[in-house]
């Protein structure tokens, strides 16, 4: 089968295009036939060795797709349910991957596989974020970084639901009219406006009682300054490169600020966490409150130009790879 290979740590052009025997599942897992599998900005982590892994390996931790085949022992699925899953392990950049049943979801009827792999493990990173890291509540005023990427669209549209006041950030006009018509009240271009200048006027000084930051590096210093008076840093992506270390005094001087940097496999640590924030992303889509925007489908082949894309912040929304 098809697969796309880390030779070593790297750029992208340490992808590679391999052929590999088909795989077949052991005790407690299935097969799923890949339809459709999500490209994530973890994923550029893992082949740059930021989040190390073992080389050479197939990266991928989100897909979905036809249960071909189940090993023994497993009662959750059966061959030809309709599952997904987007917390590895590793080898979902391929045409088919085994998973344990236990870190897969059954896909609802009316959820098409494209979807489910655009949004489940974006979804259920907003999903924790808004819900349970920060439990966001009607009236907050809320900041969210990269408000037209993937993560982004979710987080505002979920947000925006409960009933706060969205403020995004976006890096152009166009994807601050995306993150405009995906529940950001006000959108600020982050590279020719002061962001906490800009967010402590919109907030009558008040500043905001979270920011999500998915950034990192280039957003943290301006992250921390929007905060209100014991408001919650949520750092939960290194788009830009690692956030700097921070003294613990600064977040008294700040305003007694909390810091946090969480990552979505704790939060689905167990598969009852796992269906729930499952059960959650999905009940928000049903209802229309959440729409996944798909913005680019590339062959799985060309994998390597969808990770020059989504490191050049030439995307918008999901990308996915396509078998």
Not at 21 to 43: K, S, T, V, Y
Not at 282 to 303: D, H, M, R
Request: proline share 6%; with cysteine; net charge negative.
């Amino acid at each position: 089968m098809l697969a796309i290979q880390a030779e070593r740590a790297g750029g992208p052009e340490v992808l590679s295009v391999v052929d590999r025997p088909e795989p077949e599942p052991g005790p407690g897992q299935i097969l799923i036939r890949h339809e459709a599998i999500g490209l994530n900005f973890i994923d550029t982590y893992q082949r740059s060795g930021l989040y190390p892994i073992p080389f050479p390996s197939i990266l991928g931790l989100e897909g979905a797709g036809l249960v071909e085949a189940v090993g023994e022992g497993v009662t959750r699925f059966r061959p030809g349910d309709r599952a997904g899953y987007a917390s590895g392990p590793l080898g979902a950049y391929s045409e088919a991957h085994v998973v344990p049943a236990s870190r897969a979801v059954r896909l609802p009827d009316g959820l098409d596989s494209r979807t489910a792999a655009a949004v489940m493990l974006k979804g259920m990173t907003a999903e924790f974020l808004v819900r349970r890291c920060f439990p966001v509540a009607s009236g907050d005023a809320v900041l969210i970084h990269a408000a037209a990427g993937g993560v982004g669209l979710i987080l505002a549209q979920w947000a925006r639901s409960i009933g706060a006041r969205v403020i995004g950030t976006a890096g152009s006009e166009a994807k601050a009219e995306m993150a405009l018509a995906h529940g950001c009240e006000t959108v600020i271009l982050y590279d020719r406006e002061d962001v906490a200048a800009r967010v402590k006027a919109l907030t009558d000084g008040a500043g905001v009682r979270v920011v999500y930051d998915g950034v990192g590096a280039a957003t943290f210093e301006g992250s921390l300054a929007s905060l209100g008076r014991r408001g919650m840093m949520v750092s939960y992506g290194n788009a830009s490169g690692p956030a700097p270390a921070v003294e613990p005094l600064r977040l008294s001087r700040g305003g007694s600020l909390f810091l946090t940097r969480p990552t979505l496999f704790d939060y689905v640590a167990t598969t009852e966490d796992l269906d729930d924030s499952a059960a959650a992303l999905f009940g928000v889509i049903g209802s229309g409150a959440v729409k996944v925007s798909i913005g680019a489908e590339y062959p799985l082949a060309q994998t390597r130009a969808a990770h020059e894309a989504i490191e050049a912040r030439g995307t918008t929304g999901s990308t996915l790879l396509i078998p």
